[in-house]
């Protein structure tokens, strides 16, 4: 069956870096495109990132643009995120997701919190 399992997060103070990854399982992982998503206490979840199955077409939310970094490694079936200049707003659960002929997909999320 699909399975994405994230790992990565923690407590990190405000301009301090962490990278997300995200195990794939359960379907061809290089002929999808994947996502990363967010949400904060309180909040709708929220799109952050996108890479293209080949890894060469990238795109952000404007608020995490020139920070964040999405990437891939077909061989290893994971996307990463990597994160910089983190600040307190980037303080959320981050979920992988990808969307199949048969529906979307979700990791269980990890926690990122960014506070002094």
């Known amino acids: 069956q699909v399975q994405l399992v994230e790992s990565g997060g923690g407590l990190v103070q405000p301009g301090g870096s962490l990278r997300l990854s995200c195990t794939a399982s359960?379907?061809?992982?290089?002929?999808?495109?994947m996502k990363w998503y967010r949400q904060a206490p309180g909040k709708e979840r929220e799109w952050v990132a996108t890479?293209?199955?080949?890894?060469?077409?990238?795109s952000y939310t404007d608020s995490v643009e020139g920070r964040f970094t999405i990437s891939r490694d077909n061989a290893k079936n994971k996307v990463y995120l990597q994160m910089n200049s983190l600040k307190p707003e980037d303080t959320a659960v981050y979920y992988c997701?990808?969307?199949?002929?048969?529906?979307?997909?979700w990791g269980q999320g990890t926690q990122v919190i960014v506070s002094s």
């Open positions: 997701n990808v969307h199949l002929d048969r529906g979307p997909y």
């Open positions: 359960g379907f061809t992982f290089s002929t999808y495109t």
């Open positions: 890479v293209h199955r080949t890894g060469g077409i990238r």
